[in-house]
């Protein structure tokens, strides 16, 4: 199975500051990662799939990049509503076989 | 618009069997995968399984001894069963709607989660 590992566990960030985590596979996964926004008693939110491309309705500050093993997920000018757990997820090979990475929490310094 | 409950016993006794269904309500099930993660406490979320658009079945090599899904067209529902719990199987249990979008392949919706407890 494909280990997926996020750095940092947390990070502290002031509103309209920039904030960039980071994923890593065990191997390869091409361009085959989504990222997840989930705040506390809500359903999670699909934020990015195919490492780059912004879900239906996400905000153009949330912006992906990378492929094979390394991912970046970056929120250009942190909102009060961007304070959450984020978490990637691989979904390498068909059909899908899917691991999640432990998450990063992103508080309000 | 379609929206996913999950809804089942929140305490269950060790060595039982967890049964948990997720209802689906303005939409079909048809086209799409419908899959089962879950989010212990304080950690992060674990991949169960899911029941691909043919509704054959895909799960977690880690669970995959214990678990059972299925789906019930009529109701617009489907389940999950999770034998032999044990405390570490407590969690908050998500269902979700898992999407194809060549190449592409995501979890575009999600329900709010069920608590479950495993305890005597």
């Known amino acids: 199975e494909i280990v997926m590992t996020q750095s940092p566990a947390s990070l502290s960030v002031s509103p309209g500051e920039r904030a960039t985590f980071s994923c890593r596979a065990s191997?390869?996964?091409?361009?085959?990662i989504a990222w997840y926004q989930h705040k506390p008693g809500q359903a999670p939110r699909l934020l990015i799939y195919g490492a780059s491309t912004r879900a239906t309705g996400i905000p153009a500050r949330f912006s992906g990049s990378g492929s094979g093993t390394d991912f970046t997920l970056t929120i250009s000018s942190l909102q009060s509503e961007d304070f959450a757990v984020y978490y990637c997820q691989q979904y390498n090979n068909w059909p899908p076989r899917v691991s999640f990475g432990g998450g990063t929490k992103v508080e309000i310094k | 618009q379609v929206h996913l409950q999950e809804s089942g016993p929140g305490l269950v006794k060790p060595s039982e069997t967890l049964s948990l269904t997720c209802t689906v309500s303005?939409?079909?099930?048809?086209?799409?995968?419908w899959g089962w993660i879950r989010q212990p406490p304080g950690k992060g979320l674990e991949w169960i399984g899911y029941?691909?658009?043919?509704?054959?079945?895909n799960y977690n090599s880690s669970l995959r001894s214990r678990v059972t899904m299925s789906v019930d067209t009529s109701k617009n529902q489907f389940s999950l069963r999770l034998s032999s719990v044990t405390a570490a199987d407590t969690a908050l249990y998500f269902c979700a709607r898992g999407t194809t979008l060549w190449p592409d392949w995501f979890f575009d919706l999600w329900g709010r989660g069920t608590l479950v407890t495993v305890s005597s």
């Open positions: 191997q390869s996964v091409t361009y085959n």
């Open positions: 303005g939409g079909s099930l048809d086209n799409y995968f």
């Open positions: 029941l691909s658009d043919t509704y054959s079945t």
